[in-house]
C-alpha cells in the first residue's frame, strides 16, 4: 500500500508515493506553469499506468494550491507548508532543531523544540533568493542552473554583492561584470548576499541551531549550501529528497488522518483524464464578499474553496476535520 503527497506551489508540483516504511518509492516532479489542474492530471497520467486506485492507502496535499489540489483527487489532509516540511523532516531526522527551506518563489525557516514547531517566518515581498531568480541569473550568464554552485565554489575570492533586493542585486551583479570581476567570484559573491539578505530578514530574532537541514529546490545548488556554512559557522545537511520534503509531508499527515478515520477520500487515477475547469464568484452572504472558487469534474461540482465561513466549502462533505486547517 501507498501513501500519496502532492504539494502545488507556484514554480512546480511535486508528487511522492511513500511505502509503508515511509521510504520514497516514486517521485515526479512538474512546472505547475500556472495551471496547477493540469499539473496535478499530468501527474496522475504517469501514476496511472504505474499504480492501482486500490494502493492508495491515502492522499494529503500541500503548499500554495492545496485547497485546490484536495478538491481533485480527494485528500483526506490538507496542511500548510510548515507543518509538512517540519513533518518530513523529523521523520527523516529527528534530531533536527532548524529548517531553511528555498523554494521557487518562497523562502522560510522553520525552528524546531523537541519535535515540534515552536518558530517560523517566510519571505513577505522580494523573491530574491528564491529558485526562480537563481534561475534567472544563471539563464542571463548562460550557465546551467545545475553547474551555478558548482561556479561559486571555484571561486578563490569573493565580491560584495548587495543582496537585499532581487533588481539591486542583479544590478550589481551586471556592474561587478563591467568593473571585471570573473563569473566564479561574482557568483560566490550572490550566494553570500543571498544568504545574508536571508538571515538578516527571514532568519531575524531567530536562533539557528544546529542540527540544520537545507531543503527545497535551492538546496541543490552547493554555493548556496556552502555560503550557509560560512556565515552560521558549522555543517548545514541536505537531505535525499530534499525537493520532494513538502508532499512527503503531506503524505505522511495523510496516512496518520486516515489511520484515525479508517477510510480514504482518494478518487483515482481516472481523474486524470476527466475534464476539470474552475470558476469564481464573489458570494453576497455577508460583508466580507468572499471570493469562492467552484471546482467542476465533466460538469459535476466536486468542490468549492475560499470562504471564510464555510457555506461553500462545507457543501462537499469532508472525512476530517484537517481539511479546514
Same mark, same amino acid.
Given at each position: 500500500m501507498y501513501y500519496l503527497g502532492v504539494d502545488v506551489g507556484s514554480v512546480s508540483t511535486d508528487i511522492? %508515493?511513500? !511505502?509503508?516504511?515511509?521510504?520514497?518509492? +516514486?517521485?515526479? *516532479? %512538474? &512546472?505547475?506553469?500556472g495551471n496547477p489542474i493540469k499539473a496535478v492530471q !499530468?501527474?496522475?497520467?504517469i501514476l496511472k499506468n504505474k499504480y492501482n486506485q486500490s494502493e492508495i492507502s491515502a492522499a494529503g496535499t500541500t503548499g500554495s494550491g492545496r485547497m485546490i489540489a484536495s478538491a481533485i483527487i480527494g485528500g483526506d489532509a490538507v496542511k500548510n507548508e510548515i507543518t509538512?516540511? $517540519?513533518? $518530513?523532516?523529523? +521523520?527523516? !531526522? +529527528?534530531d533536527v532543531r532548524t529548517i531553511i527551506e528555498i523554494g521557487g518563489q518562497d523562502s522560510k525557516i522553520i525552528i524546531l523544540n /523537541?519535535?515540534?514547531v515552536s518558530d517560523f517566518a517566510m519571505n513577505t515581498v522580494c523573491a530574491a533568493g528564491t529558485g526562480s531568480f537563481l534561475d534567472r541569473q544563471a539563464e542571463r550568464l548562460d550557465i546551467p542552473i545545475e553547474e551555478f554552485g558548482d561556479y561559486a565554489l571555484k571561486a578563490k575570492s569573493t565580491v &560584495?554583492? $548587495?543582496?537585499?533586493?532581487?533588481?539591486f542585486a542583479e544590478s550589481d551583479m551586471i556592474h561587478k561584470q563591467q568593473l571585471g570581476y570573473n563569473q566564479p567570484e561574482i557568483i560566490r559573491g550572490l550566494c553570500d548576499a543571498l544568504v545574508r539578505n536571508y538571515l538578516n530578514n527571514i532568519g531575524k530574532g531567530k536562533t539557528i541551531l544546529s542540527k540544520v537541514l537545507f531543503q527545497g529546490g535551492v538546496a541543490a545548488n552547493k554555493g548556496m549550501k556552502s555560503a550557509f556554512e560560512n556565515a552560521l559557522g558549522f555543517e548545514i545537511y541536505v537531505p535525499e529528497h530534499y525537493n520532494m520534503m513538502g508532499a512527503i509531508g503531506a503524505a505522511i499527515i495523510a496516512k496518520k488522518t486516515v489511520k484515525k478515520v479508517g477510510r480514504t477520500n482518494f478518487r483515482g487515477f481516472e %481523474? $486524470?483524464?476527466? /475534464?476539470i475547469i #474552475?470558476? #469564481?464568484? +464573489?458570494c453576497e452572504g455577508c460583508t466580507n464578499k468572499c471570493e469562492v472558487v467552484k471546482i467542476y469534474e465533466n460538469n459535476t461540482v466536486i468542490? *468549492?474553496?475560499? !470562504?471564510?465561513?464555510?457555506k461553500w466549502s462545507n457543501k462537499i462533505v469532508q472525512s476530517s476535520n484537517d481539511l479546514l486547517a
Open positions: 511522492v %508515493l511513500l !511505502d509503508e516504511h515511509m521510504t520514497v518509492n +516514486e517521485k515526479i *516532479y %512538474l &512546472r505547475t506553469k !499530468d501527474g496522475f497520467k509538512a516540511h $517540519a513533518t $518530513a523532516a523529523l +521523520e527523516f !531526522d +529527528e /523537541n519535535g515540534i &560584495r554583492i $548587495a543582496g537585499r533586493c532581487a533588481v %481523474l $486524470a483524464g476527466s /475534464n #474552475s470558476k #469564481s464568484f +464573489e468542490g *468549492y474553496f475560499g !470562504d471564510r465561513c464555510g
